[in-house]
């Protein structure tokens, strides 16, 4: 970047000295070097007015700004996360889409679509085993209570931990051929999630 590229970026109002507009321009060639890619231009902006900023204000005004930005932009992607699982989940399970076409129009890996999904029949599987857990009878009501709580854990890898906790100290042997298979499968799924 030259002088004249910078003094026109600032504006003829920039209220910097020579000092500083020196300094200026030395970071605004780092930040162009650092983001040197044609997309880099939100970066290199952000980088150039942050350095101009810290010139003229209080460096802890400054921050005070970024990190409001960036725990902005944090819970918008959060978010935007949490619509794009659901989408996904319902999508891809009504046969909608594929995985890799939902990847595709999404804008992320297949690999991550496949988690999202995964997690959604992993949750439906560990209820499933815990609701039939909690249904054994002679299991202890603060067990039983455990169980009910683990129904709405969000975290497939604690409700995991929970159920094979669950299976350690009671056996499901009385329950019908048809639960027990369901928990078989439940248990052998817990085993490579936790």
Request: net charge negative; no cysteine.
């Amino acid at each position: 970047m030259q002088l004249y590229e910078l003094e026109a970026w600032l504006g003829d109002n920039h209220g910097l000295t020579e000092e500083q507009l020196d300094e200026l321009l030395t970071q605004a060639v780092e930040i162009n070097e650092r983001y040197a890619d044609p997309d880099d231009q939100a970066e290199r902006d952000a980088a150039l007015s942050a350095a101009y900023r810290l010139q003229i204000e209080p460096a802890e005004s400054v921050i005070a700004d970024y990190s409001g930005q960036l725990a902005t932009a944090r819970s918008a992607t959060a978010a935007a996360s949490a619509g794009l699982q659901q989408i996904a989940q319902n999508a891809i399970v009504a046969g909608q889409f594929t995985e890799a076409g939902f990847a595709r129009a999404v804008g992320v890996d297949r690999m991550t679509v496949r988690k999202w999904v995964q997690d959604q029949k992993d949750r439906v599987l560990f209820n499933e085993a815990l609701f039939q857990l909690v249904r054994i009878h002679d299991m202890p009501a603060d067990d039983q209570e455990k169980l009910t709580a683990a129904l709405g854990i969000r975290d497939t890898g604690a409700q995991a931990a929970v159920l094979l906790a669950a299976l350690d100290m009671h056996s499901v042997e009385q329950l019908p051929e048809e639960q027990q298979a369901l928990i078989a499968r439940a248990v052998k799924r817990a085993r490579q999630v936790v």
